[in-house]
């Protein structure tokens, strides 16, 4: 599938591409990219397969998005690239560093391990409530965040999602999301990702200190999978680490890059 991307930085440049989690996009990474271009990168984001203003596929999985992400690089020609993914992002960067090892310099992942997750009801139940509204009775994004209030009580979360509204036409609105192929795949994304081999390179794991998505206790299976695996905590962040924390976060993946 062709996926929809932004890149930051000059061409020639050394290459990193960004992969976002479930219900982002590349919007979200805009201000993170151009940081790291700064430092001699030309940072790509794609928009993963049914999300953001890529194509929709009733098909969502890890093998599918590692075909996605090989696709891109090979248009591009990048024989060899790093790679920085978040959650969702995070799994199929590990998937494609397993499958595709000599492909990969340097693998960031941002708040996920490699083990199955726990959070995918969680998940399944906002998706069914953001299907449960009638998206033709709003007059505005505002009016659609208004109701959301009732149904997601997390602010942040649903700021997040509303990212994903656009106008269709000049009179309604749609979500950028195929929630509906998500939901039907939620078992696939909050799977575990796994190897016979293990990968052999240098790997920075991020995860946020207020997040429980990367526990004390999976740091063994991490580096059982990643021998050489170095996991770093950005004190304060929850699962977004990225946009409550951008210094830190940026801080940390610049000298990684630079080691």
Do not use: C
């Not at 920085?84 to 340097?106: C, I, N, W």
């Not at 200190?209 to 063994?220: L, M, N």
Request: overall charge negative; glycine content about 6%; aromatic content about 10%.
């Amino acid at each position: 599938m062709k996926l929809f991307y932004r890149d930051f930085g000059d061409e020639g440049s050394l290459p990193l591409v960004i992969l976002h989690g479930l219900f982002g996009m590349s919007d979200n990474w805009v201000s993170i990219a151009r940081r790291i271009s700064e430092e001699g990168f030309h940072v790509f984001v794609p928009d993963q397969r049914n999300h953001g203003r890529s194509g929709h596929s009733n098909i969502h999985n890890y093998e599918a998005m590692v075909d996605d992400l090989l696709e891109f690089l090979d248009e591009r020609g990048f024989e060899k690239t790093s790679l920085l993914g978040h959650s969702m992002g995070g799994k199929t960067v590990m998937q494609f560093a397993f499958d595709y090892p000599e492909r990969v310099d340097r693998l960031i992942v941002a708040d996920i391990s490699p083990l199955p997750s726990r959070h995918g009801e969680m998940h399944k139940k906002i998706i069914g409530k953001l299907l449960e509204l009638d998206l033709r009775q709003f007059d505005s994004r505002q009016d659609a965040l208004d109701a959301m209030i009732p149904i997601i009580a997390n602010d942040r979360l649903r700021m997040f999602l509303q990212k994903n509204l656009y106008w269709k036409d000049r009179a309604s609105l749609g979500w950028r999301m195929n929630l509906e192929a998500i939901r039907d795949n939620m078992p696939e994304i909050f799977r575990g990702v796994e190897s016979a081999v293990p990968y052999e390179k240098p790997v920075l794991f991020l995860r946020g200190g207020a997040s429980d998505y990367v526990k004390d206790e999976h740091i063994p299976e991490i580096r059982k999978l990643f021998p050489h695996a170095s996991v770093r905590t950005v004190d304060g962040a929850s699962h977004w680490l990225h946009a409550e924390k951008p210094d830190a976060f940026a801080k940390e993946v610049m000298f990684f890059l630079a080691e």
